[in-house]
């Protein structure tokens, strides 16, 4: 069965510095695999999706991530972290049963 | 324009009360879900309709009974409430069943 392993709970960095969440998928096949933003008390918001095309997806706000068959990785990187950036962020992967499985999320501190 | 709009934002009530949650897409999207977050922001999939017909009905309770009017609405009813029942539950849609959703701003519900 596809699935997604957030590997860390939480991650500090401190602004400017760069950003890495990182991801692990599971799926018998190439999966579609996205990431998801929410900030404080707000909705979900799509960050970007990789869906067999182009390996390094860039997405919205500065944001990309790298799909790496050979290490089963989607991790999400951004070059320089804003105050703005601070959230939960979710790895997601579409199942065969056609439905969204999130990863249990990844909380991002940015500090002055 | 709110691609996906649910009300209320916030429903407080007492527990054996039923309440409902109606949520409405204007992207012309062909399938909605309801998602359930838990106190640790863990986000699990409920039930997902295509086109008015129910596609996926996670192991959820039977009190929780989802109603699709047309493919732009879905509503969640929820009989006696309990106070596990206390989460965000967020709507979303997407074009098809295998590719990203967009979600609502979630609904707080507090059973007390």
């Known amino acids: 069965a596809q699935s997604v392993t957030q590997l860390d709970s939480h991650v500090s960095v401190s602004e400017g510095t760069p950003v890495l969440l990182r991801c692990n998928y599971s799926?018998?096949?190439?999966?579609?695999l996205f990431w998801y933003v929410q900030h404080p008390n707000k909705g979900l918001q799509l960050l970007l999706k990789y869906t067999s095309a182009a390996t390094l997806v860039k997405g919205i706000n500065g944001f990309e991530a790298e799909f790496k068959k050979s290490e089963t990785s989607f991790h999400l990187t951004k070059p320089s972290a804003h105050m703005s950036d601070a959230a939960e962020y979710f790895c997601?992967?579409?199942?065969?049963?056609?439905?969204?499985?999130f990863g249990t999320g990844t909380r991002l501190l940015v500090s002055p | 324009d709110t691609a996906v709009s649910q009300t209320p934002k916030y429903l407080v009530t007492q527990m054996g009360n039923d309440k409902s949650i109606k949520c409405e897409q204007n992207l012309g999207h062909d399938t909605m879900y309801w998602y359930k977050q838990d106190s640790k922001k863990f986000l699990k999939i409920m039930f997902s309709?295509?086109?008015?017909?129910?596609?996926i009905n996670e192991t959820v309770p039977n009190r929780f009974s989802p109603k699709s009017p047309d493919k732009a609405h879905l509503n969640l009813h929820i009989n006696s409430l309990e106070l596990g029942d206390s989460a965000v539950y967020f709507c979303?849609?997407?074009?098809?069943?295998?590719?990203?959703?967009?979600f609502g701003q979630g609904t707080r519900l507090t059973v007390v």
């Open positions: 309709y295509n086109n008015k017909e129910l596609i």
């Open positions: 979303a849609s997407s074009q098809a069943t295998i590719t990203e959703a967009f």
């Open positions: 997601v992967v579409i199942t065969g049963f056609q439905k969204l499985v």
């Open positions: 799926s018998s096949y190439s999966p579609s």
